[in-house]
């Protein structure tokens, strides 16, 4: 009976030397999803994906990737899994076609060549040379390139590096075509409202910990809400508020561990001093505030 995840990890541990990069993680990854890891760099994020991919072994732990140990380097298990690195070269002397071509016949059952150039947004520049393709079309290429062997399970690093804002868009209609074709995706990005957009889950990876998980609207709401509003810049808010407040001119914000309670106490004070809160507003950050949030807050804990 096939598992309903397609990476399932308990207690992975890989060290070097002294230094321990991976500390104990476990992690689940749904089949047919796109799930990001996200975290800076040096947080383990590199050297976890190299022990699913089975270029390193663990020091200990359980994983399963499709079923398969990928440190046994079996031939099914390569067969069934598709990396897309950072930088990929290709031929230049080959067109699209021909370079997606060449590497479905390394395998027995690739996708179907049509299907590849449509998931990828590709199908217009199959007889174009890669020299001539932009930044973004040479980006689909590589991973046109990693689905040619009709991966069950596509690893993709930092898909849209250094790309335009509108060749990152067409990029995110791409990985969901990867989707809808039925493929998982674990993928790494630095880029929050990429994760936003794409990704069905997110784990946050710092200091070789895992310390959430979840959608990325709900690691969104790990980040504090924020209240603001204007009002006369003569006026002192309560101690309670002011040690959460941050002002600019008559503009005020407060960022506060209890939303209810605070607009409890800032609306009685309003109404108890006679005070007009224009423009108030209550907002929720976005998965980059809580991003650095949570970064913020390991760092903290560390140095305690």
């Known amino acids: 009976m096939e598992s309903a995840y397609a990476i399932e990890v308990q207690g992975l541990h890989k060290s070097y030397g002294d230094f ?7 992690l689940q990854v749904k089949v047919g999803e796109i799930f990001a890891l996200l975290g800076p760099n040096g947080a383990g994020k590199t050297t976890t994906i190299e022990i699913l991919e089975g270029f390193l072994t663990p020091n200990s732990g359980h994983v399963r990737v499709l079923g398969y140990d990928p440190i046994k380097h079996e031939r099914n298990y390569k067969e069934r899994i598709g990396i897309v690195l950072q930088e990929t070269e290709v031929e230049e002397f080959l067109s699209v076609e021909e ?5 479905r016949s390394y395998y027995q059952d690739p996708l179907p060549l049509d299907d590849i ?11 174009v040379r890669p020299r001539k393709l932009s930044g973004g079309q040479k980006r689909r290429l590589d991973v046109a390139m990693g689905l040619a062997g009709n991966p069950d399970l596509l690893f993709l690093d930092e898909p849209t590096t250094g790309f335009d804002p ?18 998982t ?13 794409v990704a069905d889950r997110a784990a946050v990876m710092i200091d070789g910990k895992i310390i959430s998980e979840g959608t990325p609207q709900e690691l969104a709401h790990e980040s504090e809400p924020t209240i603001s509003f204007s009002a006369d810049t003569n006026l002192s808010l309560p101690a309670e508020l002011d040690s959460h407040a941050t002002r600019d001119g008559s ?5 506060p561990p209890n939303l209810v309670e605070t607009l409890h106490v800032l609306t009685g004070w309003a109404i108890e001093n006679n005070v007009q809160l224009e423009d108030l507003s209550i907002t929720r950050r ?3 505030d809580a991003f650095v949030q949570l970064t913020r807050s390991a760092d903290e804990e560390s140095e305690d």
């Open 20 to 26: 321990e990069a991976v500390k104990g993680i476990d």
């Open 99 to 103: 370079s997606i071509r060449l590497v």
């Open 117 to 127: 150039l449509a998931a990828t947004g590709l199908t217009d520049q199959r007889r």
């Open 166 to 183: 509108h060749a990152r868009r067409d990029a995110w209609d791409m990985l969901r075509n990867l989707r809808e074709l039925g493929k």
């Open 185 to 197: 995706v674990l993928l790494t990005s630095h880029y929050m409202d990429e994760v936003e957009h």
């Open 251 to 255: 503009h005020c914000e407060l960022s």
């Open 286 to 288: 976005s998965l980059d």
